[in-house]
């Protein structure tokens, strides 16, 4: 028996959670079918049946602390057998968005983001590249110019190509502002980060029979990307429909395709500042290697260029997936399960980014000036988002929910390696 | 009598395969019975036009007057061979239980011709005992009284008008209206069935009010209700008014706050009961009684675990042992003129009882609180959300309202702080094993207790005394049996809707006081025509008794589940035929055989019984067994046990009886003189849950079997040979069973009937 608990429940969370995307959790009665059909739930304390309680009865505390709503992966085929239409996939993912929202610090992104704010948030890269193009079309004297080569200048020619580190020099007004949003992302994660694993504190430990001792956060790490994060294992699980199928592929696809993207980004990065800048110009190399370096850091990159294939082929990959997601989601029976805010903002921003991204290298490609240049503008601003709210958006989930398995396997409330069918 | 015979034996439906029809005839033609049969013919289709044309030919020609018809189960084709008030007709079952459920054995031949020709001549002897009986009818009186004027006495009134009836609608209180006068507002009775709605009762008081057909007794009570139906005389504020027939609607009354005192009821000014929140509500004010501050957490506790913990709910301890028989034994020495003390049937047991209605008005009291107090909490702690029905959406509604917070519970205590404030704990609920919550207000469920389980309400003049029989069993609700005779008590001619027949909502007691009306209207209407109401609806026979050989032994007075029958000071019976139902348990009472009815009597059934021939030699020709079945349930069972291709024993004969209250001991006796081997009474379950439509048919007869089988025994006959079993209707695959362990076990074991061959 355990010690008697005072419960407070709070008329306020439960209208609170409804606007996150469960409105429908006062249906719940609680039969548990959600929680018996559901591929991953535990058997023991099995969610989301408890969570619907304590969502209609408000109890905030065990909701915000609680480690299960990152082992859903949202299928939601609790949802599609809830005999009344309680929807406990989308409770789960209200409070994901929660999550998102809260975690990281300075939360007023988070309350930024949940939809009144996004034009404050879309203004802030918008105007900063506006003002930057207005300058740039100043001294360059046209707003859409064409360059070539002169000795390492770039001189604006009528004959020229459209290049876009012309108009927005990277040393000067892409990479100084991205690292700082890098930096800035990455003090909104560790924030995040910690508040979320002092949440789990309260957590219980399961006891194993025959687990000597609780594993490593790191070993709980590793095991989590190898499994859940390299291979999806807990996604292939969650749900056997067509849908869940597409899912599964979907996200896969997404997944890797930005894993190319910042392997080229890293590349170019490293190529750029290690090579051009390190090694040759402060250092002076001219061996081979720096050459090589060099080379793979220029932009633009001819179309055979290893990096430039893998850059393609993962644009490609990232149209297919978001294809595949967005197909699903469309397809969504509205009454079974819904699609918040978040999930669509989210799919919309990687959208712009990808097709944006495309956009501009086809546009270079054609020479089309006046169409290249807004586009290059529009996917720079997206990526900025993306980079710079990152810790408060959906996406936030890629680390949270990683930390969150890796702490689920290190407390034993999933097993440390997936269990075979 | 009927005298002028026709026998027809169809050959349909496989008769005509299994047995030879010709052969049948000739063996009627050659019995005992031929006198009385004019005509003895086969048909191979005696239910097709051409068969009941033939009959009504012969009928005409012939000038019958009964007609034997051996062909199906009574049960069927009842609506085809019928042939005018003039005739009486007769069923011999020879498809169910002889063609359809035995075949012949090639090593014993002859059985299933043996089987029917006793059944053909059985009932041409049944027939033959038999007589169209012709009732007296008497004046009626078409008045309905109403008792109560709450909503479903005031629903019935407007409904008995509309059939054009005139009411007379008593009311305790000095206004009409009742219990919905008290409500803020009631569970939806419309669709969709989401709201809580007003209850419309001051429309309806209008209603009745304006209705010249409704004659409203105010400040009244009924004194005391004299006579039968259709011809009550009612006793009201000291005058007497005539009425036909009544219903009572006397509704309910609060449970006692003692059941609740465990939740700290009556010493915490701030637990208080739904009756007393629901006043706060109709006031338009939600407070809490100790400070009079708006609450911010209400707490409604439906589980009734500790009120009703010491509860006996009396399971398995249904059968005390029979009481004697009356006449059994020499009234002691004072008995007799005792003063009448009701019976009190109020108990905890009514949370439970009322724990539908309870949970209802939580929802509803839940959504008074979002209503009432902006910002507080409405948390239900329930056992059971019992909410049959179109309610269910009612529930579905309320849960959808965000203040209401509902969980299952078994709440252990209920605390109060300096302050007044409270603290309920739980356990085993879906928010935590063990679990304290705040609550400024609890409100606890009024149980509905009907004014029946404190008062005799209609004050019978009625031998068996003033009150229901046995409304223990129903904790004071007046019921008999709801399930096959929803309305109807234990008293002919009244019946019951609201909540004194059982908790209910408004929606439900309007359909109920509808029912009960439709009830009422038909007993007058069947007692204008001199025929029974339920069960037997339509049956013309009423008990006729000799009184020239009555002992007044006062057996069928009290043994007459209905209290139909009244006595002189001397004991002599007084039948009171509207009151009657036409069971013949008083038949099966009289030791003195004194009691018949035209169509079904002693010597009928006893010559039936003497018409199944019993071969000498048990080893050469087998044992037979008389099977009495009850017609109820018991012979439909028979009917689908021999339509599911079951077979038993084809030395068994089945005779349908009204009721096994009606088996007269003689009957066994005749068969064992006749040397029959057994005797199997088949009949309803008995018992708190019983299933005798008749009420007490089957119980009288098990407590009747322990004196026969005394008798048998001082005949040196062994007293198993007499056995009772109890039969549902659906428990058709039961009884092939039960018949071959009687043949195997009692007949097997103690051999022939040593009367055989007398």
Redesign the interface.
């Known amino acids: 028996m355990s010690n008697t608990v005072r419960v407070q429940p709070d008329l306020k969370f439960v209208k609170e959670l409804q606007q996150f995307g469960g409105e429908s959790l006062k249906k719940c009665y609680q039969c548990a079918t959600c929680s018996v059909v559901c591929p991953l739930s535990p058997a023991d304390n099995p969610y989301p049946r408890k969570e619907m309680v304590w969502a209609q009865w408000g109890l905030k505390d065990r909701l915000l602390n609680d480690i299960d709503i990152w082992l859903c992966h949202n299928c939601g085929t609790c949802s599609d057998l809830c005999p009344r239409g309680a929807k406990p996939g989308d409770l789960l993912g209200a409070l994901r968005n929660m999550a998102y929202k809260n975690l990281a610090q300075p939360n007023f992104i988070g309350k930024f983001m949940s939809g009144k704010g996004l034009p404050v948030l879309i203004l802030i890269p918008a105007l900063i590249y506006l003002f930057i193009w207005i300058v740039r079309a100043g001294i360059l004297g046209t707003a859409f110019p064409l360059f070539e080569m002169n000795g390492h200048d770039l001189v604006v020619s009528k004959t020229g190509q459209i290049i876009y580190g012309g108009l927005f020099p990277g040393d000067y007004t892409i990479d100084p502002i991205f690292a700082v949003l890098a930096l800035f992302m990455l003090f909104g994660f560790y924030s995040g980060v910690s508040n979320l694993i002092k949440s789990f504190a309260s957590m219980p430990r399961t006891f194993i029979v025959g687990r000597k001792k609780e594993p490593s956060f790191l070993c709980s790490l590793i095991e989590t990307i190898r499994y859940e994060v390299a291979q999806h294992t807990q996604f292939q699980d969650c749900g056997a429909d067509e849908k869940s199928k597409k899912r599964f592929k979907g996200h896969l696809l997404t997944m890797y395709a930005f894993v190319c993207l910042f392997v080229v980004t890293t590349i170019v990065a490293v190529g750029h500042w290690g090579g051009a800048f390190l090694m040759q110009k402060v250092l002076g190399l001219t061996d081979p290697l720096t050459q090589l370096i060099t080379l793979a850091g220029s932009t633009p990159m001819p179309l055979y260029s290893p990096v430039k294939i893998l850059a393609n082929v993962g644009a490609i990959m990232l149209v297919l997936g978001l294809t595949f997601l967005t197909s699903r989601r469309a397809s969504l029976d509205k009454a079974k399960q819904g699609s918040s805010f978040d999930d669509w903002y989210l799919l919309t921003l990687i959208w712009v980014i990808a097709l944006s991204g495309l956009g501009s290298e086809l546009f270079r490609l054609s020479g089309l000036a006046t169409i290249a240049y807004p586009t290059y503008y529009v996917h720079i601003v997206a990526v900025f988002m993306l980079v710079a709210y990152l810790p408060w958006s959906k996406l936030a989930h890629l680390v949270y929910r990683t930390v969150a398995l890796a702490y689920a396997r290190k407390i034993g409330r999933i097993p440390m390696q997936p269990v075979q069918h | 009598m009927a005298e002028k015979l026709g026998v027809y034996i169809c050959g349909g439906c496989e008769i005509g395969k299994a047995l030879d029809l010709a052969g049948l005839a000739e063996h009627v033609k050659n019995s005992k019975v031929a006198p009385l049969c004019k005509v003895i013919k086969t048909n191979p289709v005696l239910c097709s036009p051409e068969g009941v044309a033939e009959i009504e030919a012969d009928i005409k020609a012939e000038g019958l007057d009964g007609v034997v018809v051996c062909a199906c189960s009574p049960r069927v084709k009842w609506d085809i061979f019928r042939f005018g008030d003039k005739i009486q007709v007769e069923r011999v079952n020879l498809r169910e239980q002889c063609v359809w459920s035995f075949q012949d054995d090639p090593n014993v031949p002859g059985l299933l011709t043996a089987m029917a020709q006793d059944y053909v001549r059985m009932g041409v002897t049944r027939l033959s005992k038999s007589a169209i009986p012709a009732p007296e009818i008497p004046e009626t009186n078409k008045t309905l009284l109403v008792l109560g004027g709450g909503f479903t006495g005031m629903t019935a009134a407007l409904n008995a008008a509309a059939l054009n009836r005139d009411v007379l609608l008593v009311e305790k209180s000095d206004k009409l209206g009742g219990k919905a006068l008290n409500m803020y507002k009631t569970f939806p009775l419309s669709a969709p069935y989401d709201k809580a709605q007003e209850t419309g009762i001051d429309k309806l008081v209008a209603a009745v009010t304006a209705n010249p057909k409704i004659k409203v007794l105010l400040n009244s009570s009924l004194e005391s209700l004299e006579g039968a139906p259709g011809m009550f005389k009612a006793t009201i504020g000291g005058a007497a008014y005539d009425v036909g027939a009544a219903i009572l609607a006397t509704g309910w009354v609060p449970g006692e706050g003692k059941y609740l005192e465990a939740f700290g009821y009556g010493k915490m000014k701030n637990v208080v009961t739904s009756a007393q929140f629901e006043e706060m509500a109709k006031n338009g004010k939600i407070v809490r009684p100790s400070d009079g501050k708006t609450p911010a957490?209400v707490a409604f506790v439906l589980d009734m675990d500790l009120a009703l913990k010491d509860v006996d709910y009396g399971v398995g301890a249904a059968c005390e042992p029979p009481a004697p028989l009356p006449g059994d034994a020499a009234p002691a020495e004072g008995e007799g003129e005792k003063a009448f003390v009701y019976e009190q049937t109020e108990s905890a047991k009514h949370l439970a009882i009322s724990s539908e209605i309870s949970s209802l008005v939580a929802l509803k009291q839940a959504g008074y609180v979002a209503e009432f107090c902006p910002?507080?909490?409405a948390?239900v702690l329930y056992d059971h959300?019992m909410v049959p029905g179109i309610n269910e959406k009612y529930y579905?509604a309320a849960?959808?309202?965000?203040?209401i917070?509902?969980?299952?519970a078994v709440v252990t205590g209920v605390a109060e702080s300096g302050d007044g404030s409270l603290t309920v704990?739980a356990k085993d609920t879906?928010?935590?094993?063990?679990?304290?919550?705040?609550a400024d207000l609890v409100v606890l469920p009024t149980a509905l207790v009907p004014v029946t389980a404190h008062e005799p309400t209609m004050n019978f003049v009625y031998r068996q005394g003033p009150h229901f029989p046995d409304l223990k069993l129903f904790d004071g609700f007046v019921d008999s049996n709801y399930i096959c005779f929803p309305y109807e008590t234990r008293r002919t001619g009244v019946y019951a809707a609201g909540c004194a027949h059982q908790p209910m909502t408004m929606a439900n007691a309007r359909e109920d006081a509808a029912g009960a009306v439709l009830k009422a209207v038909q007993c007058i209407e069947s007692i204008n025509r001199g025929v029974a109401v339920h069960p037997r609806s339509g049956d013309l026979s009423f008990p006729v008794f000799n009184f020239v050989r009555c002992t007044q032994c006062k057996r069928c007075t009290e043994e007459c589940p209905f209290g139909a029958l009244d006595d002189d000071e001397k004991g002599t019976p007084k039948p009171n035929y509207t009151r009657c139902r036409r069971c013949g348990t008083c038949m099966g009472a009289c030791p003195e055989r004194v009691i018949k009815f035209d169509s079904y009597n002693i010597d009928q059934i006893g010559s039936t019984i003497k018409e199944v021939q019993v071969p000498d030699d048990m080893v050469k020709g087998g044992p037979r067994v008389i099977v009495l079945v009850c017609e109820n349930d018991a012979y439909p069972a028979l009917d689908m046990a021999a339509f599911r291709g079951k077979s038993w024993s084809p030395y068994v004969r089945f005779i349908p009886v009204r009721c096994l209250g009606s088996v007269n001991a003689i009957w066994v006796a005749d068969a064992m003189s006749k040397g029959v081997d057994g005797v199997m009474l088949l009949g309803c379950k008995y018992g708190d849950d019983y299933q005798c439509h008749f009420v007490k048919g089957s119980e009288l007869c098990s407590r009747r079997k322990e004196n026969i089988a005394e008798s048998l025994k001082r005949l040196g006959v062994e007293a198993e040979r007499v056995e009772q079993y109890e039969v549902a209707i659906d428990e058709y695959d039961k009884i092939p069973g039960l018949i071959e362990r009687f043949m195997s076990e009692v007949i097997s074991k103690f051999g022939p009937n040593p009367f055989k061959g007398y």
């Open positions: 957490s910002g507080a909490v948390m959300m579905k849960q959808d309202n965000p203040a917070m509902l969980t299952k704990a879906l928010i935590g094993d063990s679990v304290e919550l705040a």
